[in-house]
């Protein structure tokens, strides 16, 4: 079955230390989408990207990079410039870059401090 | 910038009956999309429902309604006999038409319990 497939699942990171969180998708859709959500709120978005080997900053992208080097994948990494990395991660994709096309998310990914 | 507002952090309701989640947005374009997605407690964002602001026909989805008022900008959305497997987190998105754009805009949430 097509879909979005995130790992790990939960994720610790220690002080100073870069995380990277994989998100890989088999839907054939050329946008993809990292989001951030935290607790008792809505989603904010991080980083998209419309093709490969380009993306643009979102709303909160101080201390997160991103890389699409294939139309598969679109990793996150969470830099420790991100002094408040703990929240959970959604990545998105979608077919084209038109508003009515919906975004289709993955599972997520837990990331806390240790 | 657009901001979409959800005033009702819970709402309940009685399996089998009718419940309304209310969402309002403020944008100043006119052209747009608006959507509603469901999360339970999996965490998965799931697509409910979608609605295109240039069509004044309510989008409906089997059980799943929207009541889209362009004008006074408001997307609620109506579950009709609801069921058990209905509860979970509902957020309303709003995304712009504008070429390029990407960022769909989330309120807050509302938390959707069914009583048994």
């Known amino acids: 079955d097509g879909g979005i497939t995130q790992s790990p699942k939960y994720l610790f990171r220690k002080e100073g230390q870069n995380v990277t969180l994989s998100c890989e998708q088999n839907?054939?859709?050329?946008?993809m989408y990292w989001y951030r959500q935290d607790p008792g709120q809505g989603l904010r978005l991080i980083y998209y990207?419309?093709?490969?080997?380009?993306?643009q900053k979102g709303d909160i992208a101080e201390g997160y990079s991103v890389s699409r080097e294939k139309k598969e994948s679109f990793p996150l990494t969470v830099t420790s410039a991100q002094k408040n990395p703990t929240a959970f991660y959604l990545c998105?994709?979608?077919?084209?870059?038109?508003?009515?096309?919906?975004?289709?998310f993955g599972d997520g990914t837990r990331l806390s401090i240790l | 910038a657009q901001t979409v507002t959800q005033s009702q952090p819970e709402m309940s309701v009685q399996e089998a009956e009718t419940v309304t989640l209310s969402c309002t947005y403020d944008?100043?374009?006119?052209?747009?999309?608006l959507f509603w997605y469901k999360q339970p407690p999996s965490r998965q964002m799931i697509l409910v429902i979608r609605q295109e602001a240039y069509k004044q026909q309510n989008a409906t989805e089997n059980r799943f309604s929207v009541n889209f008022q362009k004008a006074a900008k408001s997307f609620s959305l109506k579950i009709s006999d609801s069921q058990l497997g209905d509860a979970a987190m509902y957020f309303c998105a709003y995304r712009s038409q504008v070429q390029g754009a990407q960022k769909l805009v989330f309120g807050q949430g509302t938390r959707l319990t069914i009583n048994p």
């Open positions: 839907l054939n859709h050329d946008a």
């Open positions: 944008t100043s374009e006119s052209d747009y999309y």
């Open positions: 998105a994709s979608s077919i084209g870059r038109e508003g009515y096309q919906p975004q289709h």
């Open positions: 990207s419309q093709i490969v080997n380009d993306f």
